[in-house]
Every structure is written in structure tokens, then in C-alpha cells.
């Protein structure tokens, strides 16, 4: 089974600053998936990738396949950015493996 | 639009109750998911369906039941609610698999067992 492990599990930022998320993960997969979830419970899908780097405005998503490793960036970081992020990986049968979340705060 | 509702908001049911619960989706999705969500966990996959008629166990399926006999719904049936089961469960749909796998998720129903 897949092991999903994301870094920090918790982030306290001020606004402005540039944020790094992390996810790492045991098996070989065929899509990484970012979400977010916000303070009032929904979840939304922010990217999905299976190799390189995607941008969406302030937000870029990378994943390096032989290291098992992917990243979320946040530019110029805001008070409502504040959210779980959830990075989870996809298998050939196109379930997903969910990361316990990583906890955004951003400060005014 | 509505993307995929769920039904109830929110549920208290006893020890050994049974209760269904709704999730229906109006974007022609083929694939259809339950995971329930606790403190300190990722996202579990209770159930999950392929297409009508199709279903399949997850991670953690006991104590759970699905069918699906429509492409829009898939409902989520306890057959005897325990404490254990108290979460917040979320549905969700997609497309398909690979590129077509962008998950929408419904609003979550959050149950108690009492």
C-alpha cells in the first residue's frame, strides 16, 4: 500500500511570505492529486499531475517521479489561502491515497 | 450545476440504528466514491463505483453497503450505526481515471454515534 507523508503538518505564515508544502510517497503511481480544504469543511481539486510542474495563479504544484516527492507552492501568500492543503496519489485503478493534510495559517 | 449534493448535513443516529446516506451527481460521472474523514487521518475510501452497477470494496468498507443502479446516485447505507462510525463522510465523483480523475466532492455529512 502506498504511503502518503506530507511536511509540515502544520504552517503559520505571515502574508506575503512564500509557502512550501510537501508530500512523499512509497509506490510508484500514476497521477499526484493536490486538494483543499476549507475552514468550513468543503474540499476542492487544485491540481492534478503526473509529471513536470503546473502553475494557477498563485499556486504551482511540482512532482518529481524518481524521488517520489511533490510540492505545492504558495506566491505572496494570504489570509485566505488559510487551509488544509491534502495531497493524495493515484493508482492504475484510479483510486486515491490521501495524506493526513497539511494545516495553512497566513496572518495578516 | 449543483455538482454533487449530499444528504443529510448532519446525523445523530443510537448505537445499532441504520440510516442511508444520499450523494447524487448531475455532471454524467462515471465514477463515484465514499471515504469518511477522521481527526488526525487522511481520507479513507469506504466504497467506490466504476459505473451503474458496478461497485467495489475500499479501504476500510465494514459495516457499510452500496449499490448503484443510476449514474447519478450512490447512496452510502450503515446497516448497524456504531461509535466507530462517527465521522464526516464525504462523496465524491469524476469523469474517469488518469486525466479525467479531478475528483468533485460533495459538502460532507457529518454523523454521530451515540
Known amino acids: 500500500k502506498n504511503e502518503v507523508e506530507q511536511s509540515p503538518q502544520n504552517l503559520t505564515a505571515q502574508e506575503g511570505e512564500f509557502i512550501t508544502i510537501n508530500c512523499s510517497y512509497s509506490v510508484g503511481i500514476s497521477a499526484l492529486h493536490w486538494l483543499q480544504q476549507h475552514p468550513g469543511g468543503g474540499i476542492v481539486s487544485l491540481f492534478m499531475l503526473s509529471s513536470g510542474k503546473k502553475k494557477h495563479g498563485r499556486l504551482i504544484a511540482t512532482i518529481n517521479i524518481q524521488e517520489k516527492h511533490s510540492s505545492l507552492h504558495i506566491t505572496a501568500s494570504h489570509p485566505r489561502d488559510s487551509a488544509v492543503y491534502i495531497c493524495a496519489t493515484e493508482g492504475s485503478q484510479g483510486n486515491l491515497i490521501f495524506g493526513k493534510g497539511t494545516k495553512l495559517s497566513v496572518k495578516p | 450545476n449543483a455538482g454533487v449534493t449530499q444528504t443529510p448535513k448532519f446525523q445523530v443516529l443510537k448505537t445499532g440504528q441504520s440510516m442511508t446516506l444520499q450523494c447524487a451527481q448531475d455532471?454524467?460521472?462515471?465514477?463515484m466514491s465514499w471515504y469518511r474523514q477522521d481527526p488526525g487521518m487522511g481520507l479513507r475510501l469506504i466504497h467506490y463505483?466504476?459505473?451503474?452497477?458496478?461497485?467495489d470494496q475500499g479501504e476500510v468498507p465494514n459495516g457499510y453497503n452500496v449499490s448503484r443502479s443510476t449514474t447519478e446516485d450512490f447512496p452510502l447505507r450503515l446497516l448497524s450505526a456504531a461509535p466507530s462510525q462517527t465521522s464526516v463522510y464525504f462523496c465524491?465523483?469524476?469523469f474517469g481515471q488518469g486525466i479525467y480523475n479531478e475528483q468533485f466532492f460533495g459538502p460532507g455529512t457529518r454523523l454521530t454515534v451515540l
Open positions: 465524491a465523483s469524476s
Open positions: 455532471m454524467n460521472h462515471e465514477y
Open positions: 463505483s466504476v459505473g451503474a452497477g458496478i461497485t
